[in-house]
């Protein structure tokens, strides 16, 4: 088995360092003498993720197989929706569980992203924005009651800072 594994390894280097663009990666489990598929990656030729599938196991009380959709949607390489649902396999059925959207703002270069939840109601809102060598995550939370209409009032707000050094590496995160 490892003279196997070691013969994978050493003809698929090369295949994968001297290929043009990765499509897709499919992961696998060993699971006594066999490989089962565990997830399936896909991406778009700028290699950002478009879609993973996630292969649970078998579901007892739904008496099926149970699998993780996440769909990413971009448009002019900019990422604008985000979601994630719920595969059973013997209904044939996806329930969304969350949803995340993404607005730009060119003027500031500030990114808004929103979490919903499966009902519609918006979990937190945060801004991502840039002030010299240091990026800004303001967040907005209503963690413990989701709201379908934001009232930043009664918001929990967090904010975190992350500071960068004269070559752009992360120096500090606060």
């Not at 990656?41 to 996630?54: A, Q």
């Not at 730009?104 to 801004?127: C, P, Q």
Request: hydrophobic content about 35%; glycine content about 4%.
């Amino acid at each position: 088995m490892k003279n196997v594994i070691l013969y994978l390894f050493f003809l698929g280097m090369p295949i994968i360092m001297f290929s043009q663009k990765i499509k897709s990666i499919t992961e696998f489990r060993v699971e006594g003498d066999s490989l089962i598929k565990s997830k399936f990656s896909n991406f778009n030729t700028s290699g950002n993720l478009l879609s993973e599938v996630s292969y649970g196991n078998f579901d007892e009380r739904f008496e099926t197989f149970r699998q993780t959709h996440k769909n990413i949607l971009f448009e002019d390489g900019l990422k604008k929706e985000e979601s994630e649902c719920e595969y059973f396999v013997k209904q044939d059925t996806c329930v969304v569980r969350t949803l995340r959207k993404f607005e730009y703002e060119k003027a500031t270069g500030k990114v808004i992203e929103t979490l919903l939840e499966d009902d519609s109601s918006i979990r937190f809102i945060r801004h991502i924005y840039d002030q010299g060598r240091i990026k800004v995550v303001k967040t907005f939370s209503w963690e413990t009651f989701p709201t379908k209409k934001p009232d930043f009032k009664n918001a929990s707000v967090y904010i975190d800072s992350i500071f960068y050094d004269k070559k752009i590496r992360i120096a500090k995160i606060s």
